[in-house]
């Protein structure tokens, strides 16, 4: 589980390295979030690199909320594949310093 202030703008990463395939690549991502009070910013917008695929969330909402923060990539094979992490937004918490999720070899969903 991740953790941010209820103002707090931050850039989280999904390393999907462990689970694609040798010589398959990300193609696309879509990021979505559980519930109105975190927002997926699009200044800086989203990005992903081969394997890696990186997002800017704001957090609008009172405090002791739990949501959920889905990445879902589509490869350049083809593969459809979601991973789900939580992010606790709480003003009394200190911001998780890493912010990077390995994906682990099998991911939340597989869809294709």
Not at 8 to 22: K, R
Not at 53 to 64: E, K, L, N, P, Y
Request: glycine residues 6%; negative net charge.
């Amino acid at each position: 589980m991740f953790i941010m202030g209820p103002s707090d703008v931050l850039d989280f990463e999904w390393d999907w390295s462990l689970w694609l395939p040798s010589g398959d690549t990300i193609a696309s991502v879509v990021w979505t979030v559980s519930a109105v009070g975190l927002t997926v910013e699009t200044n800086p917008a989203a990005s992903h690199t081969s394997s890696n695929a990186t997002v800017w969330i704001g957090a609008s909402t009172t405090d002791m909320v739990q949501y959920t923060l889905t990445c879902q990539i589509t490869t350049t094979a083809g593969r459809v594949a979601a991973a789900e992490q939580a992010i606790a937004v709480n003003s009394g918490a200190t911001p998780s310093a890493s912010r990077v999720y390995q994906v682990p070899v099998v991911p939340t969903t597989v869809l294709g």
